[in-house]
T-cell receptor
Framework: NAGVMQNPRHLVRRRGQEARLRCSPM?????VYWYRQLPEEGLKFMVY????????ESGMPKERFSAEFPKEGPSILRIQQVVRGDSAAYFC?????????????FGPGTRLTVL | QQPVQSPQAVILREGEDAVINCSSS?????VHWYRQKHGEAPVFLMI?????EQKGHDKISASFNEKKQQSSLYLTASQLSYSGTYFC??????????????FGKGTKLSVKP
């Protein structure tokens, strides 16, 4: 049973370009959470999605950031017109249900570097 | 709203014990504990739900004190493999129980031979 997959593992972008980060949840999981982690910092919640629905995007910047989790295929976190401050590790986690008592399984992360 | 973890860092010798605390200013519904090694994904340790329970497996256990709005992680007879940064993730009461966790800044644990 494969774990949570994220790709790419490392992504380098120049300022103004777009970054697309992909997350394939564990088999049977239909709930995905995206987190951002700056060096030496904790994980900051960005967005929570269920298949085809955004449940909570309260942690996501209003501009330039968007997320989706289509019926088929991985969840995608998209960052448009990247700036240096977007450089961070982005983790996704999946869960069988969006309830507090369920463990969230984390993927290996995508490390985004903006030049 | 971010939980406060203490200590920020701790250095142990193999076999020593450690306690990591996670405190919140708000009433908690659940506390999740994770360990992350440098450059890797966080790995789940345990979840504690409102109710003041205590959980544990092997030499790692945790408690959840509702009244104090805090949780503590206990590591006994530490091993080299325990090294890493420990994060608590909390969900406040009334948060809809959706699993949207607010993580503390982490406690860096180093175990030396």
């Amino acid at each position: 049973n494969a774990g949570v997959m994220q790709n790419p593992r490392h992504l380098v972008r120049r300022r103004g370009q777009e970054a697309r980060l992909r997350c394939s949840p564990m088999k049977g999981h239909s709930h995905v959470y995206w987190y951002r982690q700056l060096p030496e910092e904790g994980l900051k919640f960005m967005v929570y999605l269920q298949k085809e629905n955004i449940i909570d995007e309260s942690g996501m910047p209003k501009e330039r950031f968007s997320a989706e989790f289509p019926k088929e295929g991985p969840s995608i976190l998209r960052i448009q017109q990247v700036v240096r401050g977007d450089s961070a590790a982005y983790f996704c986690a999946s869960s069988p249900s969006g309830r507090s008592y369920n463990e969230q399984f984390f993927g290996p992360g995508t490390r985004l570097t903006v030049l | 709203q971010q939980p406060v973890q203490s200590p920020q860092a701790v250095i142990l010798r193999e076999g020593e014990d450690a306690v990591i605390n996670c405190s919140s200013s708000k009433a908690l519904y659940s506390v999740h504990w994770y360990r992350q090694k440098h450059g890797e994904a966080p790995v789940f340790l345990m979840i504690l739900l409102k109710g003041g329970e205590q959980k544990g497996h092997d030499k790692i256990s945790a408690s959840f004190n509702e009244k104090k709005q805090q949780s503590s992680l206990y590591l006994t007879a530490s091993q080299l493999s325990y090294s890493g940064t420990y994060f608590c993730g909390t969900e406040n009461e009334g948060g809809g129980s959706q699993g949207n966790l607010i993580f503390g800044k982490g406690t860096k644990l180093s175990v030396k031979p």
